[in-house]
């Protein structure tokens, strides 16, 4: 499966954007889908995931009660909604899919391309 996450730029510390990966290829409902963030100089980082039906999600603590994951099976989409944004989720933020929901980047088979979020203060 292709990916490829679009909708990062720039924002005010407390505004808010809406992330979207568009998948082609394979039955894209077959696997968990993932949103990871890579600030410069670090490693990628797990930000939130979903499983294939949308019914089991996680959030990384810094993330809990401000971003939200859903996934439209029948158009192939992710979607991250990010609210009361703050300087430190500035970062270029990637869409992943693996059959099971993973921790790391590399564990994930498809990995797409990012997209830049920055948030000023």
């Known amino acids: 499966v292709q990916l490829q996450a679009s909708g990062g730029g720039l924002v005010q510390a407390g505004g808010s954007l809406r992330l979207s990966c568009t998948a082609s290829?394979?039955?894209?409902?077959?696997?968990?889908m993932a949103w990871f963030r890579q600030a410069p100089g670090m490693e990628h980082d797990l930000v939130t995931s979903?499983?294939?039906?949308?019914?089991?999600?996680y959030y990384v603590d810094s993330v809990k009660g401000r971003f939200t994951i859903s996934r439209d099976n029948a158009k192939m989409m992710l979607y991250l909604q990010m609210d009361s944004l703050r300087p430190e989720d500035t970062a270029v933020y990637y869409c992943a899919a693996d059959p099971q929901m993973r921790e790391t980047w590399r564990e994930y088979d498809f990995r797409g391309q990012g997209t830049q979020v920055t948030v000023s203060s």
């Open positions: 290829g394979r039955r894209f409902s077959r696997y968990a």
């Open positions: 979903i499983n294939w039906n949308g019914d089991t999600t």
